[in-house]
Antibody, heavy 117, light 109 residues
Framework: EVQLVESGGGLVQPGGSLRLSCAAS????????MHWVRQAPGKGLVWVSR????????FYADSVKGRFTISRDNAKNSLYLQMNSLSAEDTAVYYC??????????WGQGTLVSVSS | QAVVTQEPSLTVSPGGTVTLTCGSS?????????PYWLQQKPGQAPRTLIY???SKHSWTPARFSGSLLGDKAALTLSGAQPEDEAEYYC?????????FGGGTKLTVL
């Protein structure tokens, strides 16, 4: 059974940084593209970033480019999102998604990032 | 970055048929955008109903179908049920990046 467990969220001040983690199990993590998707409270889904299986290729939404960095550690079956220069607009629940065709896996509970002074 | 457009809200009668659409600011939506449709019910995480235009998962009710309609992707619900009331998101691939639409709130009333 595929499991994706996000963690690392919390309250951070504007301009601050946070590192999110996603622990993956139930599939061959080192063979899978991975995505981050976020959802602000009461708002829609927003694609944030994706990374290829060996971590050498990354892509970002314009809204986070230059501030966020996606990475992975295949030895630890873990995905990360380093978020810098955070603003209130980054407040959201962040989900990690396995980038397999059709996105068949149940989504995790996500991790809530709140940016506020 | 491209903008993906959806109807903000639609209403369908129980047993009725409704079509949700998904457009792209870059032009026509094609098979190369690999359109997905996700359903999110209140208080729940999203889940994919349709992918690659019209492919279904095992949990996708038969009353949902996906297609390309004109220059847009479309999700058609035939025989709406009360449990279909939800937010529906379109998701398109643009080579490197991916973009969600703003979502359509579907009311069954």
């Amino acid at each position: 059974e595929v499991q994706l467990v996000e963690s690392g969220g919390g309250l951070v001040q504007p301009g601050g940084s946070l590192r999110l983690s996603c622990a993956a199990s139930g599939f061959t993590f080192s063979s899978s593209w991975m995505h981050w998707v976020r959802q602000a409270p009461g708002k829609g889904l927003v694609w944030v970033s994706r990374i290829n299986s060996d971590g050498t290729t990354t892509f970002y939404a314009d809204s986070v480019k230059g501030r966020f960095t996606i990475s992975r550690d295949n030895a630890k079956n873990s995905l990360y999102l380093q978020m810098n220069s955070l603003s209130a607009e980054d407040t959201a629940v962040y989900y990690c998604i396995r980038g397999v065709q059709g996105w068949p896996d149940p989504w995790g509970q996500g991790t809530l990032v709140s940016v506020s002074s | 970055q491209a903008v993906v457009t959806q109807e903000p809200s639609l209403t369908v009668s129980p047993g009725g048929t409704v079509t949700l659409t998904c457009g792209s600011s870059t032009g026509a939506v094609t098979s190369g955008h690999y359109p997905y449709w996700l359903q999110q019910k209140p208080g729940q995480a999203p889940r994919t109903l349709i992918y690659d235009i019209s492919s279904k998962h095992s949990w996708t009710p038969a009353r949902f179908s996906g297609s390309l309609l004109g220059d847009k992707a479309a999700l058609t619900l035939s025989g709406a049920q009360p449990e279909d009331e939800a937010e529906y998101y379109c998701y398109l691939s643009y080579s490197a990046v991916r973009v969600f639409g703003g979502g359509t709130k579907l009311t069954v009333l």
